[in-house]
Protein backbone atom coordinates (compact mmCIF):
# COMPACT_ATOMS: atom_id res chain seq x y z
CA UNK A 1 0.00 0.00 0.00
CA UNK A 2 3.46 1.88 0.07
CA UNK A 3 2.43 3.49 -3.51
CA UNK A 4 -1.17 4.53 -2.79
CA UNK A 5 -2.14 8.25 -2.20
CA UNK A 6 -3.17 8.70 1.03
CA UNK A 7 -6.30 10.82 0.69
CA UNK A 8 -7.34 7.65 -1.60
CA UNK A 9 -6.77 5.65 0.75
CA UNK A 10 -8.60 7.07 3.43
CA UNK A 11 -11.54 7.41 1.05
CA UNK A 12 -11.69 3.48 -0.11
CA UNK A 13 -10.72 2.58 3.92
CA UNK A 14 -13.98 4.35 4.95
CA UNK A 15 -16.17 2.46 2.68
CA UNK A 16 -14.88 -1.15 3.95
CA UNK A 17 -14.84 -0.45 7.46
CA UNK A 18 -16.54 -4.17 8.39
CA UNK A 19 -14.24 -6.73 6.13
CA UNK A 20 -15.75 -9.50 8.45
CA UNK A 21 -19.26 -9.27 6.99
CA UNK A 22 -18.52 -9.48 3.84
CA UNK A 23 -18.45 -13.01 2.53
CA UNK A 24 -15.43 -13.14 -0.18
CA UNK A 25 -12.70 -10.26 -1.22
CA UNK A 26 -15.18 -10.08 -4.33
CA UNK A 27 -18.12 -9.30 -2.37
CA UNK A 28 -16.19 -6.52 -0.22
CA UNK A 29 -14.32 -4.83 -3.90
CA UNK A 30 -17.14 -4.95 -5.84
CA UNK A 31 -19.09 -2.25 -3.61
CA UNK A 32 -16.09 0.40 -4.38
CA UNK A 33 -14.88 -0.68 -7.87
CA UNK A 34 -16.19 -0.81 -11.47
CA UNK A 35 -17.37 -4.22 -11.89
CA UNK A 36 -18.13 -5.68 -15.49
CA UNK A 37 -21.18 -6.80 -16.43
CA UNK A 38 -21.56 -8.45 -20.02
CA UNK A 39 -23.09 -5.43 -22.64
CA UNK A 40 -26.49 -6.12 -23.69
CA UNK A 41 -25.92 -5.92 -27.37
CA UNK A 42 -23.53 -8.32 -28.92
CA UNK A 43 -20.23 -6.81 -28.76
CA UNK A 44 -17.72 -9.66 -27.37
CA UNK A 45 -15.05 -7.06 -26.32
CA UNK A 46 -17.31 -4.09 -24.36
CA UNK A 47 -18.74 -4.25 -20.69
CA UNK A 48 -21.24 -2.33 -18.68
CA UNK A 49 -19.96 -1.19 -15.68
CA UNK A 50 -22.02 -1.34 -12.60
CA UNK A 51 -22.91 1.78 -11.57
CA UNK A 52 -24.19 0.84 -8.08
CA UNK A 53 -21.53 1.05 -5.11
CA UNK A 54 -19.72 4.27 -3.43
CA UNK A 55 -19.02 7.20 -5.28
CA UNK A 56 -16.33 8.48 -3.18
CA UNK A 57 -14.97 5.19 -2.80
CA UNK A 58 -14.81 5.40 -6.85
CA UNK A 59 -13.24 8.91 -6.70
CA UNK A 60 -10.81 8.35 -4.47
CA UNK A 61 -9.68 4.96 -6.80
CA UNK A 62 -9.76 7.06 -9.51
CA UNK A 63 -7.37 9.07 -7.38
CA UNK A 64 -5.13 6.45 -6.77
CA UNK A 65 -4.55 4.96 -10.16
CA UNK A 66 -3.46 8.15 -12.39
CA UNK A 67 -0.88 8.78 -9.13
CA UNK A 68 0.28 5.15 -9.41
CA UNK A 69 0.46 4.79 -13.15
CA UNK A 70 2.47 8.23 -12.94
CA UNK A 71 4.92 6.87 -10.25
CA UNK A 72 4.70 3.17 -9.70
CA UNK A 73 7.13 1.23 -12.25
CA UNK A 74 5.53 -2.03 -11.39
CA UNK A 75 2.01 -0.12 -12.05
CA UNK A 76 3.91 1.46 -15.62
CA UNK A 77 4.94 -1.96 -16.97
CA UNK A 78 1.32 -3.83 -16.03
CA UNK A 79 0.04 -0.56 -18.42
CA UNK A 80 2.59 -0.75 -20.57
CA UNK A 81 2.27 -4.59 -21.41
CA UNK A 82 -1.72 -3.97 -21.36
CA UNK A 83 -1.65 -1.33 -24.14
CA UNK A 84 0.67 -3.53 -25.85
CA UNK A 85 -2.02 -6.41 -25.81
CA UNK A 86 -4.30 -4.23 -27.56
CA UNK A 87 -6.56 -2.91 -24.57
CA UNK A 88 -7.56 0.85 -24.53
CA UNK A 89 -6.36 3.23 -21.41
CA UNK A 90 -9.92 3.41 -20.13
CA UNK A 91 -10.07 -0.34 -19.68
CA UNK A 92 -6.94 -0.16 -18.05
CA UNK A 93 -8.17 1.85 -15.90
CA UNK A 94 -10.93 0.23 -14.94
CA UNK A 95 -8.65 -3.09 -14.53
CA UNK A 96 -6.18 -1.03 -12.53
CA UNK A 97 -8.84 -0.16 -10.09
CA UNK A 98 -10.14 -3.54 -9.51
CA UNK A 99 -6.68 -4.53 -8.50
CA UNK A 100 -6.36 -1.10 -5.53
CA UNK A 101 -9.95 -2.13 -4.62
CA UNK A 102 -8.59 -5.89 -3.49
CA UNK A 103 -5.43 -4.60 -2.43
CA UNK A 104 -6.96 -2.00 0.14
CA UNK A 105 -9.47 -5.07 1.22
CA UNK A 106 -6.60 -7.34 1.43
CA UNK A 107 -4.71 -5.09 3.49
CA UNK A 108 -8.10 -4.24 5.81
CA UNK A 109 -8.66 -7.88 6.08
CA UNK A 110 -5.26 -8.58 7.64
CA UNK A 111 -4.72 -5.81 9.57
CA UNK A 112 -8.07 -6.75 11.53
CA UNK A 113 -6.77 -10.28 12.14
CA UNK A 114 -3.33 -9.04 13.07
CA UNK A 115 -1.41 -11.23 10.31
CA UNK A 116 0.97 -8.60 7.47
CA UNK A 117 -0.48 -8.08 3.94
CA UNK A 118 1.33 -9.00 1.47
CA UNK A 119 1.14 -6.94 -2.35
CA UNK A 120 1.29 -8.72 -5.32
CA UNK A 121 2.31 -6.91 -8.01
CA UNK A 122 0.48 -4.99 -10.40
Partial sequence: MDAIHDTGAVGVSTE????????????GTAEVA?????AERQVPDRHRLNRGGDRQANRA?????????RHDPRTRDYVARRTHEGLKTKDIFRCLKRFV????YRHLTSASSGAPSTSPAA
Fill in 16 to 27: VTSPDTRDSERA
Fill in 34 to 38: PEAHA
Fill in 101 to 104: AREV
Fill in 61 to 69: LHTIVPVRV
